[in-house]
Nanobody, 123 residues
Framework: QVHLVESGGGLVQAGGSLRLSCAAS????????MGWYRQAPGKQRELVAQ???????KYADSVKGRFTISRDNAENTVYLQMNNLETGDTAVYYC?????????????????WGQGTLVTVSS
């Protein structure tokens, strides 16, 4: 079993900052891509930022220049630093990772989601 546990969400005023964390645990052999998605009420889930194991990143246009994704491979953790938050950033933020597990000589590739953390930006 592999789990992703997010933390760091909350209520913040527009212009403020928050830092989300997501730690992977369990029978982990390797972690490839890690990323953050968000889903606002009545909208589809969308990619916010993604980081591959080598460190390359990509961002949604709406967050470029305000959000920074990073990862600590030794701790199997991904972070999302969110600055200059806007009311439009209000959503449930989900961590996502491509994780390989090795058990009894069988390598499996899993796509794992966290439970989500709520970010609310007030005006």
């Amino acid at each position: 079993q592999v789990h992703l546990v997010e933390s760091g969400g909350g209520l913040v005023q527009a212009g403020g900052s928050l830092r989300l964390s997501c730690a992977a645990s369990g029978n982990i052999f390797n972690i490839n891509d890690m990323g953050w998605y968000r889903q606002a009420p009545g909208k589809q889930r969308e990619l916010v930022a993604q980081i591959v194991s080598g460190g390359n990143t990509k961002y949604a246009d709406s967050v470029k220049g305000r959000f920074t994704i990073s990862r600590d491979n030794a701790e199997n953790t991904v972070y999302l630093q969110m600055n200059n938050l806007e009311t439009g950033d209000t959503a449930v933020y989900y961590c996502n990772a491509g994780i390989e597990t090795l058990s009894k000589d069988i390598l499996r590739s899993l796509e794992v989601w966290g439970q989500g953390t709520l970010v609310t930006v007030s005006s």
